[in-house]
Structure formats: structure tokens, C-alpha cells
């Protein structure tokens, strides 16, 4: 694996983002970890807490961390036949700003089912 999708392993709405990951990531780039898994401090040290339950992150082989709507282009670039997608993303003019509002309604609408 290059590359670590953490998730909340809790949440039904994060389960289902997993499962649309996996059966799309027929390469095998990406493995999921659940935020209760016991290899989460070796994969990502210093992710705790309420930084850590906020969003999802998407771990990079350099260790960088990227989270919430700024992981989702890399994500994407990483599943065949959407890296397009991925790529739109981040050349969109305000799509910092508008993916960013997204994801934050997502998160906090997932808090409350």
C-alpha cells in the first residue's frame, strides 16, 4: 500500500465512503484504516483526538497527511477513470472555498445520524 484512507470506522456514512474506495481502487493504492485501528499511531503520529475524528485523512507514502475536502482530489486521482475529476478539482476557480463548505455540511450532518 502507498497510500492510507483514514476513516471513522463508527460512522455508516464513512463505512459506505470506504466500500465506494475500495471496489474503484483496483490497483490496490490505497488501504483503509479505521481511526480505531491499533496501527494508527505508527501511520500517522500525532493525528489525535478531535483533529483526528474531524474529518477523514488521506495518508501519503512522504507521510504527509491531507484532510477533509483537500484529500479528495488526491483520492481521486488515485481511482482509475477518475482522475480526471481529481485533477478539475483543483484547477476550478474557488474550489478550495465551495468543496471545503461541502465537505464541512457533510461532516456535520454524518455527526448527527
Excluded: N
Excluded at 466500500?19 to 493525528?47: H, Q, S
Excluded at 457533510?106 to 445520524?113: F, N, P, S, T
Amino acid at each position: 500500500m502507498s497510500h492510507y484512507l483514514l476513516y471513522d470506522d463508527s460512522c455508516s456514512l464513512c463505512q459506505g465512503f470506504r466500500e465506494w474506495v475500495v471496489k474503484r481502487d483496483k490497483r490496490k493504492f490505497i488501504e483503509p484504516v479505521g481511526f480505531r485501528d491499533p496501527r494508527l499511531p505508527e501511520i500517522a503520529p500525532g493525528l489525535t483526538g478531535e483533529k483526528l475524528f474531524g474529518s477523514m485523512h488521506l495518508v501519503l507514502p512522504d507521510g504527509k497527511v491531507l484532510s477533509g475536502h483537500r484529500a479528495m482530489p488526491k483520492l481521486l486521482e488515485l481511482l482509475p477513470g477518475l482522475a480526471w475529476l481529481g485533477r478539475l478539482i483543483k484547477i476550478l476557480p474557488g474550489s478550495d472555498w465551495w468543496s471545503g463548505k461541502i465537505y464541512l455540511w457533510i461532516a456535520r450532518h454524518r455527526l448527527k445520524g
